[in-house]
Nanobody, 114 residues
């Protein structure tokens, strides 16, 4: 399984970005995909997750601002980020968990600054 994240960049506070993650390889019909982020000097944290059935879960800090989604083929994962704040600055990683294994993308930098 390979994951390729993209869509990061520099945005002003209050702005929006959309992250994408392309999954390839042996993708099972049942899995969980999650966006994580890691800010400098902090531990990696879960931001949003989505099952193959479409159930979602969000960290309290992003609820109402971020939306996670995936396509019907379950090979594309997205994170729509609105009303971005400086504290959202981090490297964002996509993760796929299936059959007890975790697979990670390479990360994409999101910087929120004026």
């Amino acid at each position: 399984v390979q994951l390729q994240a993209s869509g990061g960049g520099l945005v002003q506070p209050g702005g929006s970005l959309r992250l994408s993650c392309a999954a390839s390889g042996s993708i099972r019909s049942i899995n969980l995909m999650t966006w994580y982020r890691q800010a400098p000097g902090k531990q990696r944290e879960s931001v949003a997750a989505i099952t193959t059935g479409g159930a979602t879960n969000y960290a309290a800090s992003v609820k109402g601002r971020f939306t996670i989604s995936r396509d019907n083929a379950r090979t594309q994962l997205y994170l729509q980020m609105n009303t971005l704040k400086p504290e959202d600055t981090a490297v964002y990683y996509c993760n796929l968990r299936q059959n007890g294994f975790d697979y990670w993308g390479q990360g994409t930098q999101v910087t929120v600054s004026s």
